[in-house]
């Protein structure tokens, strides 16, 4: 008979569960020197980032005990009241909660803050789970409504702070929908709204004079899609059997006007829900705008990065990426990783990227030997949400992707960040650690 302590620990993946540690002693590490202040130098002093880091790391450690000491029956029993309690916070912190950066999306509590959205993406992942595990891969429209409104109803909540940066993480659950048996028409449709997208943006300031006419790019842009619909109006005519042709004629003119609809809601989201400056950030990411003082996160940023070479400079050499010169805002949260660009140089942003990538493939491993279908889904979940966050925040680091503040798993500063990984992560290994005692 084992112990309550071999209990805990009974069958857990420890390959996740080492580069989970790993992960957080770096990127705790990698704080100190992002953040040192040479007043402060002990490392676990409370008035400094990372000083309240390691206090976090505590906490996280204690929670995944925790995680693993409960029964894992107990997340697909109240999926629903988890999902259920977290919204209610999303809404408490809307109406007494604290703006910090231009967005109410905090609870104060003493000089720690508490961020309800990071708690948001498990919760969610619960309730996506249990929901698509008792149902029979969307054999009715009901269904996927049902499922598209549980991932957008706290994604709603969240985009009311306003944050936008944390709402496109909730994009994550589409390919969960798709490995479920979401068409593949739906990702296809998903990738043609964002080039749509761009390309509506790209020509939103574009015009074409002609015969002392100044026309819109937009404008031109619509009519290019009305010219679409006129020619495979003719193909349908001419191809089609005579007693398809209505519905033809009638999907092809709803594609259009959808399309033409879709620009329209592009160009009003764009100029009436986001806010200038990160209208500001898209721009000067597309080549719209140039500006110097707007893209000086980033620039300084890669600049950082690409100073440190090959090898780096050096552990707490770093001078571009540091808390002393001040050269790289937010070095500690939205632009850690330059900080391990400048330090460790190519290879050390390489090595940190490998640990991430076998992360996330042992994950979709260990997803895919579940007996439970709600363990499956649920681990999907999880890479989908680390792959998102992984590939967002490097990407706007060098430049790659817009700027939404979208922080690196286990390695930004953030309390609420990290415990929501934690919670995230471990509810997965307590799962996988019971799956022989699931029937088939």
């Known amino acids: 008979m084992r112990s309550k302590t071999e209990n805990i620990f009974y069958n857990i993946d420890w390959s996740i569960t080492g580069l989970y540690i790993l992960l957080v002693l770096l990127g705790w590490l990698n704080l100190y020197s992002a953040s040192y202040n040479d007043e402060h130098p002990y490392i676990l002093d409370q008035s400094q980032e990372y000083g309240k880091q390691f206090t976090w790391i505590v906490v996280s450690f204690v929670l995944a005990i925790v995680i693993l000491v409960t029964e894992g029956g107990f997340y697909s029993t109240f999926a629903y009241y988890i999902y259920g309690l977290v919204s209610i916070m999303l809404i408490a912190v809307l109406l007494f909660g604290t703006v910090k950066n231009g967005a109410r999306s905090w609870f104060g509590v003493g000089g720690f803050g508490i961020q309800p959205s990071e708690f948001a993406k498990f919760a969610t992942a619960l309730a996506i789970s249990r929901y698509l595990s008792t149902r029979d891969r969307f054999a009715k429209s009901k269904y996927k409504l049902m499922a598209a409104g549980i991932i957008v109803l706290p994604a709603l909540l969240i985009l009311l702070q306003p944050d936008a940066g944390t709402v496109l993480v909730f994009f994550s659950f589409v390919f969960v929908l798709y490995l479920e048996g979401l068409s593949g028409n739906i990702l296809l449709l998903a990738l043609l709204g964002v080039v749509m997208s761009v390309v509506s943006l790209l020509l939103k300031d574009t015009t074409l004079e002609g015969f002392g006419v100044a026309i819109s790019g937009q404008i031109i842009l619509m009519g290019f899609l009305v010219l679409i619909g006129i020619a495979g109006g003719w193909v349908i005519r001419s191809y089609v059997y005579p007693r398809r042709r209505k519905r033809a004629y009638l999907n092809l003119m709803a594609s259009v006007g959808i399309s033409i609809g879709f620009i329209f809601v592009v160009n009003l989201s764009f100029t009436h829900l986001l806010k200038q400056h990160q209208r500001d950030r898209i721009e000067i990411l597309l080549g719209l705008k140039f500006d110097k003082d707007k893209g000086y996160n980033v620039h300084q940023a890669m600049a950082a990065i690409g100073s440190g070479g090959w090898t ?96 690196l798993p286990f390695f930004s500063y953030g309390g609420s960040s990290l415990l929501g990984f934690t919670i995230l992560l471990f509810i997965f290994v307590k799962l996988d650690s019971e799956r022989l005692e699931v029937l088939r």
């Open 312 to 407: 780096g400079k050096g552990y707490q050499k770093g001078t571009l990426s540091n808390n002393k010169f001040k050269h790289v805002p937010m070095q500690s949260t939205d632009f850690i990783f330059c900080s391990v660009g400048e330090e460790w140089g190519f290879m050390g942003t390489s090595v940190l990227i490998i640990l991430f990538l076998t992360l996330l493939i042992r994950l979709v491993m260990v997803a895919e030997r579940q007996r439970s279908k709600f363990t499956r889904l649920y681990g999907y979940s999880v890479a989908c949400i680390l792959f998102y966050h992984l590939m967002i925040n490097v990407g706007m680091t060098i430049g790659l992707a817009p700027v939404i503040g979208i922080p």
